[in-house]
């Protein structure tokens, strides 16, 4: 009760003051909320902005690694036939020497008598 009393009044004194107070303030309102939305279109503009930058630079990073990968693949591939020509010319040339190896071999080989068969005593 005492609260309702005392407290109650003052706090409705002292608003009325403030408020008489403020009111040549109230002039300024306008202003502030013409600064504020523009503040506020500002703000959201670039917001977009750097959203719609961000999401390009996503897609030009996610588009380059897939560049990376294609051309990496395709190095693999064209290193892989690059090195199957190149063996199978060696394997080419080399197949003739190793005939000729072989069969050298086989002559010195036929050209030595055969050793008796070992006895057992």
Do not use: D, E, Y
């Amino acid at each position: 009760m005492l609260k309702l009393l005392f407290v109650l009044p003052l706090l409705l004194v002292a608003s009325a003051l403030v408020f008489a107070g403020m009111l040549p303030f109230l002039a300024f309102l306008p202003v502030l909320l013409a600064v504020g939305a523009g503040l506020f279109a500002l703000t959201l503009a670039l917001a977009i902005l750097g959203l719609v930058l961000r999401v390009f630079a996503a897609l030009f990073v996610g588009a380059g690694g897939l560049v990376v990968v294609a051309l990496g693949f395709g190095f693999v591939f064209a290193g892989g036939v690059a090195l199957l020509a190149l063996g199978f010319a060696l394997m080419h040339l080399l197949l003739p020497l190793l005939f000729i190896a072989g069969l050298i071999w086989l002559i010195r080989r036929a050209s030595h008598p055969a050793l008796p068969p070992p006895t057992h005593a």
